[in-house]
């Protein structure tokens, strides 16, 4: 399964973003995988940002982000997004998708360790 994360740039505080992640190059589809956004700030760890669940519409958020990003999947295009309003500087950082098979529990779904599949990340930067 190869991910490819597109959708970053460079956006003004209060701004919004949509991130997007395509899935391909395997049998199996976003629909039955946990599908989760991490990002990456300039010497932070990797943090987890949001996760959808496998075969189910439950979503997670970090504490950080929630009420102003939102998961989402489209089964059709493979494709699992993260729309992404009010933006603060401090949400500057590399955003990757992630994906792993069966059906994680939630714990799981926020580990970046046990993730399967990456993306190669792309680049958001909020201005203040």
């Known amino acids: 399964v190869q991910l490819q994360a597109s959708g970053g740039g460079l956006v003004q505080t209060g701004g919004s973003l949509r991130l997007s992640c395509v899935a391909s190059?395997?049998?199996?589809?976003?629909?039955?995988?946990?599908m989760g956004w991490f990002r990456q700030a300039p010497g932070k760890e990797r943090e987890f940002v949001a996760a959808i669940k496998s075969g189910s519409s439950s979503t997670y958020y970090a504490n950080s982000v929630k009420g102003r990003f939102t998961i989402s999947r489209d089964n059709a295009k493979n494709t699992v997004y993260v729309q992404m309003n009010s933006l603060k500087p401090e949400d500057t950082a590399v955003y990757y998708c992630?994906?792993?098979?069966?059906?994680?529990?939630?714990?799981?779904?926020?580990?970046?360790?046990?993730?399967?599949?990456w993306g190669q990340g792309t680049q958001v930067t909020v201005s203040s």
């Open positions: 190059g395997g049998t199996l589809s976003v629909y039955n995988m946990g």
């Open positions: 992630a994906a792993i098979r069966g059906r994680p529990i939630t714990s799981t779904l926020k580990n970046a360790e046990l993730y399967e599949y």
